[in-house]
Structure formats: C-alpha cells, structure tokens
C-alpha cells in the first residue's frame, strides 16, 4: 500500500491527514487556514468522493468550513513526538 501511494502520488512519505488535523485542533497558529465553502462531489464526474473546496469563491456559495492551505509539518511532528514520549 506504501509503495503503490508513494507511486501514485510522487512522495516519499505517507500522509498523516487526521493528526494534522488534531494539531491544529490544539493549536490553530499551526496552520494558515481560510473560510471557504466546501462539500463532497458525490456525482462521480470528476473525483467521486472527495472533498471539493471552492478557495476562489467562483460559486459564491456561503462559506461552512474553515481548510488548511499550510502547515508548520515540523512543529506537527514535535507535537507527536512529545505525545509518544510520554508513554516512554
């Protein structure tokens, strides 16, 4: 599964999508976050699934979310490690 994502998605790591998202739950100065509308396309036309964000305001639709468009990842990491060395 590590492999075939690396592949697909040219990285070399693996994302950790929902311990960001607990970070910056915890600590919002984290992130550079924006309001913005933001739904799931359900049709399958493009990207069954996925969550779809409208960061332009092209459908002037009234914004219900707030997204992450960067991330101090070292200072997510830090957070992690000082969460597991607590269980030493």
Same mark, same amino acid.
Not at 20 to 31: L, T, Y
Not at 46 to 55: H, K
Not at 66 to 76: N, Q, T, Y
């Given at each position: +599964?590590?492999?075939r994502y690396q592949r697909t998605y040219r990285t070399e790591g693996l994302p $950790?999508?929902?311990v960001c998202a607990v970070a910056v739950a915890i600590d919002r100065e984290i992130a550079?976050?924006?309001k913005t509308f933001a739904t799931v396309e359900v049709s399958g036309e493009f990207c069954a699934g996925r969550t779809v964000c409208d960061l332009y305001n092209?459908?002037?639709r009234e914004p219900n979310a707030? =997204? +992450?468009l960067d991330l101090k990842g070292e200072r =997510? $990491?830090?957070m992690i490690m000082e969460v597991l060395a607590q269980y030493g």
């Amino acid at each position: +599964a590590l492999t075939r994502y690396q592949r697909t998605y040219r990285t070399e790591g693996l994302p $950790i999508h929902d311990v960001c998202a607990v970070a910056v739950a915890i600590d919002r100065e984290i992130a550079t976050l924006q309001k913005t509308f933001a739904t799931v396309e359900v049709s399958g036309e493009f990207c069954a699934g996925r969550t779809v964000c409208d960061l332009y305001n092209r459908y002037n639709r009234e914004p219900n979310a707030e =997204v +992450a468009l960067d991330l101090k990842g070292e200072r =997510v $990491i830090e957070m992690i490690m000082e969460v597991l060395a607590q269980y030493g």
